[in-house]
C-alpha cells in the first residue's frame, strides 16, 4: 500500500506540474528553478546568447548557444575543413596563402566581435593565427572568413586581435621577439637581447566594409608580449599590453623567464602614436606579408603580397609606450567596463594588483618613475597602482566583468573562479571549475555594459568529466549562473579544439544583423558561374577542361561527359541553382585527392581533379537534397592520353551530343 | 486495488485533457516534412484551392486580354535560370510536372502564390499534395520577387499560346 500511496503521489505531482507548465514563466520562477531548468532550451526555442569561441588548435572558431550549451556551427578559419571545402575548393585556396606558402593549419586562440561606442556592434568576430601569424576577420552575416591579414616582424601572435571601443584598430602583438624581417635573422640565439624585438601591430579596420590595413607597428624592447586590451571610456586612446620574459632568456624559460619579482604591462598611447603617423614620422621597412580577401559576388578569394610596412621605434618617441611593474610574469591584462580599472594577472602571483588611469597618467604627469628599461620609462609600481586583491587563489590568469562592479578571476592552478569587488577588492565568492581553468567569458564581459547573466569557463584539462574516449578528451567548457551572490554551476559541454577566449552576444544582436540565406543567383559574378541549365557546359582549352555545371534538387547538368583524358587537368565550376535557405548541394568525384565541394544555394564553387589512369568515374551530391537525392549522380569517362574519344557533355539522353 | 484503477484512470484523463489545454502541439502530415520549419501549422480549413495562399489574390493582379512580349521575354529569362532544372514546357514531366496547359489549370494568383510561397501550399493543397506523391521532391522556393512571379506568369501564358 505504501507504494500505491507514493505512486499515487508520484501521479498527482505529474499533473501538477502540467498545470504549473501552462502558466507563463517569469523571470522570478526561471531563477529558482534547478540547473536543469536554467539551461534547457525547448526543441524549436533559441538560445538567448551566442557564444564565440576558439577553436584553439584546430585553428577554427565555433558558435554555441548559450545557455544550452549547443555547437551550432564551427566557422572554418586558419585550418582546412573538409566539411566546407574551405581550403579545397579553388576559390577558398588562397584564403590560406602566406609569404611562406600555403599553411592548412594554424592555432586560433583569441575572439573579439567588433564593437562600436565600447559595446558588440554585431557586425565581425576576429580572430588570431597563433603559430604563422595572421588576424582573421569573419562576417557574422554569413559567419564566413572574409578576410586574413599576415603580420610581419611577428612570431607567435598571441596579444591579438584585441580592439578598441569603436573598432578603430585590431592590436596584434608578437609573442617571440625575433630579428625584424628586413635583417638577416640568421644570428646566434644567444644575442637575443642585442638583436631581438618584439613587435606590436595596429591594423586599422574600414568603418564601413571593414577592410583590414595594417596602418603602422611600433617596434618594442625583446621581450613575450602576452596579451593585451584596449582601454575604453576614460582610457580610450590607450592599450595596455602584458609582458614577460624581461630576463631576455633564450632558452628554459621556464626557470630563466621566472627570475623576476615584477615583469611588466605595457601603457601605449595609440592616439599618440597615430599623431606621429600622420605627421610622417614612421619608418617604411621593407616586408612581405599577405593579405587575403574573399568575396560574397565573385564567390571567390585572392591573396595579394604586401611589401612594405611603416614602424614606429619605442625608444625614439619619449611619450607612447610606458612600462608598469607587475608581479610575476603577468598574463591576463583587462579593462574593467569604466576604462579606470586595470587588472593584471600574475601566473605565478598569489596575489591580483589593479592599477589606475588615473594614477598612471598622475605618475607620467609626474615623471614617477624608476628609471628605465631598454629606453622605456618605467612608472613606479605604487605610483600606478590603485590597491591589490589579497589571497584570490593561485595562479591568477583572466578576468572578466559583471554590470555589477564585479570582477571575475580565473586560477589555473587553484582551478577556480573567483568573485571580488572592484572599489573594495574583497573576495565575494569563490566556485571550483574541473579542471585548470584558462579564459572566462561573461556577456559583453569586455565592453562598457556587460550582461552579468551567465559565466562561462573553458578549461585546459577534462579528465572524468565525460565518458571516456581513448586519450583524447575534448574540452570542458563549464556554464555558472551569476545572477545572484553565489555564483551556480549548470552545466558541462565540450567544445572543439581548445578553447581559448571566447566572446558572447545577446542573440537578437547577431540574427537581426540582415543574416543572409541565400546568395542571389542573379548577383553571383563568378567567372564559371552558370546561371541556368540552358549554359551548362563543358569547354576544353589545351589540357584544361572547364565543366559549367549546375546542381538542383536532384540532378546535375551535365551529368555525362566523356571525352577527358589522362593528363588533363578537369575543373568542376558547379553553380547551385537553388534559391532557397539551407540547400546546399554537394559534389564529389571517385579518385578526388583535393576533397570535395559543398555549394550554398546561389553560390559557384570549383573542385580541381586529375584523373592519374583511365576508366568511369562516378559523380554524387554528397548533402541529402531530397527524396530524390540518391538519384543526384552521374559519371565522367576517362580516356588515355592522346584518346580520340570526342568531348560531349549531356543530361537526360542517353546518346551524347557533341559540340 | 480497484478504487486504485479509477483514481488512474481519471488522472489519465485529467492530465490529458490539461496537456492538450496547452495548445500549441506541433501536427504535421508525415508525407509532407516541411524541411524549412518556417511555415505555420497547417490548419487547411480556410484554404482557398483557387488562389492558393500568398500576398495574391484574383483581384490584384491585372491580366492583360493579349500578351504582354516584353514582360513574358522577361520571365522567360528568370525561367531558364530557376525553373528549367526541373520543368519541361510540354506537358511531359521531368522532376516537376510539364507546364503546357497550366494557365488553363490554374488561375493566375494560385500559380503566383505558388511560386512565390511554395512551401505552405504543398502542406495544404490537394492537387499539389497528389503531385507530391508523384514527383517526390518539394518545390524549392526561388526567392522570385513579385515582379518575378508576374513576368513568369506572363512567359507560362505565352507558353500556353496566348498572343
Not at chain 1, 474 to 482: E, N, R, V
Not at chain 2, 106 to 112: E, G, Q
Request: charged share 20%; aromatic share 10%; with cysteine.
Amino acid at each position: 500500500m505504501n507504494k500505491s500511496i507514493s505512486l499515487i503521489s508520484l501521479a498527482t505531482l505529474c499533473v501538477l506540474f502540467f498545470v504549473t507548465s501552462c502558466k507563463p514563466k517569469n523571470s522570478g520562477n526561471a531563477v529558482s528553478g534547478d540547473a536543469a531548468t536554467k539551461v534547457y532550451v525547448a526543441p524549436g526555442k533559441y538560445d538567448e546568447f551566442y557564444n564565440f569561441v576558439s577553436g584553439g588548435f584546430s585553428g577554427q572558431m565555433s558558435v554555441y548557444g548559450i545557455p544550452s550549451g549547443r555547437l551550432l556551427r564551427v566557422i572554418p578559419v586558419f585550418s582546412v575543413d573538409p566539411e566546407k571545402g574551405w581550403g579545397y575548393s579553388e576559390e577558398t585556396k588562397p584564403m590560406l596563402n602566406t609569404s611562406h606558402g600555403m599553411v592548412p593549419w594554424d592555432d586560433l586562440h583569441h575572439v573579439q566581435l567588433s564593437k562600436t561606442d565600447g559595446n558588440y556592434d554585431g557586425r565581425w568576430a576576429f580572430g588570431n593565427a597563433n603559430n604563422t601569424p595572421r588576424v582573421a576577420r569573419i562576417d557574422l552575416k554569413t559567419f564566413r572568413t572574409t578576410e586574413i591579414i599576415e603580420l610581419p616582424n611577428s612570431a607567435g601572435n598571441h596579444s591579438s586581435p584585441f580592439i578598441t571601443e569603436n573598432t578603430e584598430y585590431v592590436v596584434a602583438g608578437t609573442r617571440f621577439s625575433i630579428p625584424p624581417d628586413d635583417v638577416n635573422g640568421d644570428v646566434a640565439i644567444n644575442t637575443y637581447k642585442k638583436n631581438f624585438k618584439g613587435t606590436l601591430s595596429f591594423i586599422s579596420v574600414g568603418k564601413e566594409d571593414g577592410k583590414m590595413d595594417i596602418a603602422f607597428q611600433i617596434q618594442c624592447p625583446g621581450v613575450n608580449f602576452d596579451l593585451s586590451r584596449a582601454g575604453k571610456g576614460k582610457s580610450h586612446g590607450w592599450f595596455f599590453f602584458s609582458c614577460y620574459n624581461t630576463e631576455q632568456a633564450n632558452t628554459l624559460l621556464e626557470v630563466n623567464a621566472s627570475q623576476k619579482d615584477k615583469d611588466f604591462i605595457m601603457a601605449v598611447n595609440w592616439k599618440k602614436a597615430e599623431e606621429y603617423i600622420k605627421a610622417g614620422k614612421g619608418k617604411k621597412q621593407a616586408v612581405r606579408y599577405a593579405h587575403n580577401t574573399y568575396s560574397d559576388i565573385t564567390h571567390s578569394a585572392t591573396s595579394e603580397i604586401k611589401t612594405e610596412v611603416t614602424v614606429l621605434d619605442s625608444k625614439e618617441f619619449a611619450d607612447i609606450c610606458y612600462f608598469i611593474p607587475c608581479p610575476k610574469s603577468p598574463h591576463g591584462c583587462d579593462v574593467d567596463p569604466t576604462g579606470e580599472f586595470i587588472v593584471g594577472s600574475g601566473k605565478l602571483a598569489a596575489l591580483i594588483p589593479v592599477f589606475g588611469f588615473d594614477k598612471i597618467q598622475k605618475a607620467i604627469a609626474d615623471k614617477a618613475f624608476d628609471g628605465e628599461y631598454e629606453g622605456i620609462p618605467v612608472i613606479k609600481y605604487e605610483a600606478a597602482l590603485y590597491g591589490e586583491v589579497k589571497k584570490p587563489g593561485l595562479g591568477p590568469l583572466h578576468t572578466e566583468f559583471d554590470n555589477n562592479g564585479n570582477a571575475y578571476t580565473s586560477f589555473f592552478v587553484s582551478s577556480e573562479v573567483v568573485k571580488w569587488n572592484i572599489k573594495d577588492l574583497k573576495v565575494l565568492d569563490r566556485v571550483a571549475t574541473y579542471y585548470s581553468v584558462g579564459h572566462l567569458c561573461v556577456a559583453g564581459g569586455d565592453t562598457k555594459t556587460p550582461n552579468g547573466k551567465y559565466l562561462i569557463a573553458y578549461n585546459k584539462i577534462t579528465k572524468d568529466r565525460y565518458l571516456p574516449t581513448g586519450p583524447e578528451l575534448s574540452q570542458s567548457a563549464q556554464l555558472y549562473d551569476i545572477s545572484g551572490d553565489k555564483m551556480q554551476l549548470i552545466l558541462d559541454f565540450p567544445t572543439i579544439g581548445e578553447p581559448h577566449y571566447a566572446q558572447m552576444a545577446p542573440a537578437d544582436l547577431i540574427r537581426n544583423n540582415g543574416q543572409l540565406k541565400i546568395f542571389k543567383i542573379a548577383d553571383n559574378m563568378n567567372p564559371f558561374a552558370t546561371k541556368g541549365e540552358g549554359e551548362s557546359k563543358v569547354v576544353r582549352e589545351g589540357n584544361k577542361v572547364h565543366v559549367y555545371m549546375t546542381a538542383i534538387r536532384s540532378h546535375f547538368s551535365p551529368d555525362n561527359i566523356e571525352g577527358v583524358r589522362v593528363g588533363d587537368e578537369v575543373y568542376f565550376h558547379i553553380t547551385n541553382l537553388e534559391q532557397d535557405w539551407d540547400v546546399p548541394h554537394g559534389f564529389a568525384v571517385k579518385g578526388a585527392s583535393n576533397a570535395e565541394l559543398l555549394i550554398m544555394p546561389g553560390e559557384t564553387s570549383t573542385l580541381k581533379w586529375v584523373p592519374e589512369k583511365a576508366g568511369m568515374y562516378p559523380i554524387y551530391c554528397t548533402d541529402f537534397c531530397s527524396a530524390l537525392h540518391q538519384e543526384m549522380q552521374g559519371y565522367v569517362r576517362v580516356s588515355p592520353a592522346g584518346s580520340n574519344v570526342p568531348l560531349s557533355f549531356s543530361l537526360g539522353s542517353t546518346v551524347p551530343e557533341t559540340k | 486495488m480497484k478504487n486504485l484503477t479509477v483514481y488512474f484512470v481519471v488522472l489519465g484523463i485529467l492530465t490529458v485533457a490539461l496537456l492538450s489545454s496547452c495548445g500549441g502541439s506541433e501536427t504535421r502530415s508525415p508525407n509532407a516534412p516541411n524541411p524549412n520549419g518556417e511555415s505555420k501549422n497547417p490548419n487547411t480549413s480556410s484554404y482557398d484551392p483557387n488562389r492558393g495562399e500568398g500576398k495574391f489574390t484574383n483581384d490584384n493582379i491585372v491580366i492583360g486580354s493579349s500578351l504582354d512580349a516584353p514582360m513574358a521575354k522577361s520571365g522567360e529569362a528568370i525561367v531558364g535560370t530557376k525553373c528549367t532544372s526541373c520543368h519541361k514546357l510540354t506537358a511531359e514531366k521531368l522532376v516537376g510536372p510539364g507546364w503546357k496547359g497550366v494557365t488553363e489549370r490554374r488561375k493566375p494568383a494560385w500559380i503566383m502564390n505558388f511560386i512565390t510561397n511554395p512551401d505552405p501550399m504543398i502542406d495544404k493543397d490537394p492537387a499539389v499534395q497528389a503531385a507530391l506523391e508523384l514527383c517526390l521532391v518539394r518545390m524549392p522556393n526561388q526567392s522570385l520577387t513579385d515582379e518575378d512571379a508576374r513576368h513568369v506568369l506572363e512567359f507560362l501564358r505565352k507558353n500556353d499560346g496566348v498572343k
